[in-house]
């Protein structure tokens, strides 16, 4: 049995630098005896299957950040995630999406679970019209003007909320394209 997953790199290609060119990446991957191996723009999106049986969601991001860091030379925070959780992701979203721009709608992918008093000081009405809400492993952050003019994304990105947790954040567009492609 096989199962399809999406590994996503998190900061790469960002101003020219920590560069992971996609041709590479898929390569990467095939080297590690993935199958099906397709990439989505240039940020670290990747889709690949594997043999279910073989690997858990922890031992691909394992063997996928070690092996960057061994091609590439640095380390680049990895996760991977199957189609099933990618789809109750998209799913489980609390905000109207299919109303929404991609840019104005936002999953940040956690490493773990965020308990909620991690974000208990943030005085969410403070950041009006914008919004997030927590969900399993992942966190929806509604910003109408998009993510680079939102105080609210900057005051959730603060040192400490997600101490020790790796986050990695992609825009609804994505989010979709990502469920598109594990299913294909």
Same mark, same amino acid.
């Not at 109408?144 to 603060?158: H, I, T």
């Given at each position: 049995?096989? @199962?399809?997953?999406?590994?996503?790199?998190?900061?790469?290609? +960002? #101003?020219?630098?920590?560069?992971?060119?996609?041709?590479?990446?898929? #390569?990467?991957?095939?080297?590690?005896?993935?199958?099906?191996?397709?990439?989505?723009?240039?940020?670290?999106?990747?889709?690949?299957?594997?043999?279910?049986?073989?690997?858990?969601?922890?031992?691909?991001?394992? #063997?996928?950040?070690?092996?960057?860091?061994?091609?590439?030379?640095?380390?680049?925070?990895?996760?991977?995630?199957?189609?099933?959780?990618?789809?109750?992701?998209?799913?489980?979203?609390?905000?109207?999406?299919?109303?929404?721009?991609?840019?104005?709608?936002?999953?940040?992918?956690? #490493?773990?679970? +965020?308990?909620?008093?991690?974000?208990?000081?943030?005085?969410?009405?403070?950041?009006?019209?914008?919004?997030?809400?927590?969900?399993?492993?992942?966190?929806?952050?509604?910003?109408?003007?998009? =993510?680079?003019?939102?105080?609210?994304?900057?005051? =959730?990105?603060?040192?400490?909320?997600?101490?020790?947790?790796?986050?990695?954040?992609?825009?609804?567009? @994505?989010? +979709?394209?990502?469920?598109?492609?594990?299913?294909?």
């Amino acid at each position: 049995m096989t @199962t399809t997953h999406a590994a996503l790199l998190r900061g790469i290609n +960002v #101003s020219g630098h920590r560069k992971v060119p996609m041709a590479q990446l898929r #390569s990467l991957l095939e080297e590690l005896g993935h199958r099906d191996v397709r990439t989505y723009l240039q940020s670290g999106n990747a889709v690949f299957t594997t043999d279910a049986d073989d690997q858990d969601e922890e031992t691909l991001r394992q #063997s996928l950040e070690a092996a960057v860091e061994q091609h590439f030379g640095f380390h680049v925070d990895c996760l991977v995630r199957d189609a099933e959780y990618l789809a109750a992701v998209a799913d489980a979203c609390p905000f109207p999406a299919a109303e929404l721009e991609g840019r104005q709608l936002h999953a940040t992918y956690f #490493s773990a679970p +965020v308990a909620p008093e991690r974000l208990a000081g943030i005085d969410q009405a403070a950041f009006l019209p914008e919004e997030f809400r927590l969900g399993d492993r992942v966190l929806y952050l509604y910003a109408p003007d998009g =993510l680079g003019r939102s105080k609210l994304a900057e005051a =959730l990105s603060r040192p400490g909320l997600t101490k020790g947790i790796v986050a990695t954040t992609r825009n609804w567009n @994505t989010v +979709v394209k990502l469920v598109e492609m594990t299913r294909a």
